[in-house]
């Protein structure tokens, strides 16, 4: 092989196939409960409890920096 003027020579060796095999199979698993019945499965799982403070401190955050925007643009106009 000559690569803009260097040469140099290599051989390819064919690899061995690899033997396929595949991964035992496992029985079904034997059910432990009982199957729900239609109560439960109607039922919507249950609301995540709201963090009030988060939610008060965005609030007032919100309030806060409206506020600011608002006697800020009133002062420039004046």
């Known amino acids: ?3 803009n003027g260097l040469t140099d020579s290599f051989v390819v060796k064919e ?3 690899a033997a396929v095999t595949t991964p035992p199979t496992l029985p ?3 059910e432990t409960s009982p199957p729900p019945s239609a109560d439960e499965t109607s039922l919507p799982p249950p609301a995540k409890e709201i963090n009030w403070p988060v939610l008060w401190g965005v609030i ?3 309030v806060v ?3 600011l925007i608002f006697f800020l643009v009133r ?3 004046y």
């Open 60 to 62: 007032g955050g919100v």
């Open 15 to 17: 690899e061995e196939a």
């Open 75 to 77: 002062r420039e106009t």
């Open 28 to 30: 079904p698993a034997e």
């Open 65 to 67: 920096i409206g506020l």
């Open 1 to 3: 092989m000559d690569v």
